[in-house]
């Protein structure tokens, strides 16, 4: 993952591998007491010898040997460093880290402190007090900017690292939460925090994930609990509303979407098809799978008796037996007559009258439509 992201950001990676017995002269460097030799004898054999400017510049950065921490520090464009195992490192090897890490600097004894060029941090493994937690972040700034700008050193990203470190993360967010290894569960959080309502928790503090909030606009997980990656949920949050757009470019001002989710309803502004043999359900209601209009005609003249019904047969192609007939519309008035339809068999409908008066009535000839519920 490091040197994906230094490839990406076109840089250098400067890797520390921890092991048991790892000290500062190993991690971070030591003074060459073989170029101090060297020099004492070379400037011993000139004449007027300032020794109390020779020995302060002995203890100068052109006389210490740098380690990986140190040059980390010292690249004039942001790096990537990379901690390995550092579980595995002596307690006392930690404070120089704690340094490191959460102020990016180093205090090196006779050399002084010696503090980053470039904002470029890494926040990475197991926080040594606590080296139970697997897993860290890397934090670099996106934009280093001269001193009076208006506009900050700015975080773009937050890498994860460690075996177990999604389960870590449960209802984290960030501007990029990724894990980096196909071992990690992972828990509901936010892979990237679009509008974050609270910025100032997102660049963390190491061993720490700022906190999720329902202010926040965010792409993420919505798992329950802790599952591994092959069962991840894929989810959408925001304050106020889920907007789609198709070839638009969501200003605010003009109602051009084509669909809208808020806390009240869901709103469509095209229309909505249910593909063949997919349904949906209101309520609690019965699955819906498919809603069409039908018409049939009776052309020939019939006749209803007086307190007596009728019936006439049409076709209608798609119409199934189990379908539900409701709002059939006639051609005209029917008069004294009632009417309802249904399916007889595959492609078959029946429109029966029904006549309560005194007299024979007739059935209006022509189109008659219903609609047919499945």
């Given amino acids: 993952m490091a040197y994906a992201v230094a490839d990406a950001a076109n840089t250098t990676v400067e890797r520390l591998q921890g092991y048991e017995g790892i000290n500062e002269e190993k991690a971070i460097g030591r003074f060459d007491e073989s170029l101090q030799r060297l020099c004492v ?21 052109q006389f210490f040997s740098a380690g990986p921490l140190l040059r980390a520090l010292q690249f004039e464009k942001a790096s990537v460093l990379l901690i390995d195992e550092l579980d595995k490192v002596d307690h006392a090897f930690e404070p120089s ?7 990016w600097q180093l205090s ?19 926080r040594p007090s606590e080296r139970h937690r697997r897993g860290g972040y890397t934090e670099c700034a996106a934009s280093t900017t001269t001193p009076n700008n208006a506009v900050p050193n700015q975080a773009a990203l937050i890498l994860t690292d460690g075996a177990s470190v999604g389960g870590g993360e449960t209802l984290t967010k960030g501007r990029l939460n990724f894990s980096s290894t196909p071992e990690a ?15 100032a928790l997102t660049k963390a503090m190491w061993g720490y994930r700022a906190p999720a909030s329902p202010n926040d606009t965010w792409i993420g997980t919505d798992v329950a609990g802790s599952v591994y990656p092959n069962a991840g949920q894929l989810a959408f949050g925001a304050p106020i509303s889920i907007t789609h757009y198709i070839r638009q470019t969501g200003d605010g001002v003009h109602a051009n979407w ?7 309803d869901k709103t469509f502004a095209v ?4 593909n063949e043999g997919k349904s949906f359900t209101l309520g609690n209601g019965s699955p819906l799978s498919q809603m069409k209009i039908y018409r049939v005609n009776a052309t020939a003249t019939n006749h209803v008796p007086a307190h007596g019904c009728g019936d006439v047969f049409g076709e209608a192609k798609g ?19 009632s009417l309802n339809a249904y399916p007889t068999d595959e492609g078959q409908v029946v429109l029966h009258f029904c006549n309560p008066s005194n007299s024979e009535a007739t059935v209006p000839s022509g189109s008659y439509s219903f609609l047919a519920v499945r």
């Fill in 41 to 61: 004898e070379l400037r011993s054999k000139s004449a007027g010898v300032d020794w109390e400017f020779l020995q302060a510049e002995f203890h100068s950065q």
């Fill in 97 to 103: 880290l704690l340094e490191l890490l959460s102020v």
């Fill in 108 to 126: 090196i004894p006779k050399l002084g402190t010696i503090q980053a060029r470039t904002r470029c941090k890494l926040r990475n493994s197991a």
């Fill in 185 to 199: 569960v992972v828990s509901a959080h936010h892979f990237i925090t679009l509008l974050d309502s609270q910025p």
């Fill in 258 to 264: 084509l669909e809208r989710l808020t806390a009240e």
């Fill in 271 to 274: 229309p909505v098809k249910i």
């Fill in 319 to 337: 119409l199934s037996k189990s379908d539900q007939i409701t709002s059939v519309t006639p051609p005209g008035r029917l008069g004294n007559l």
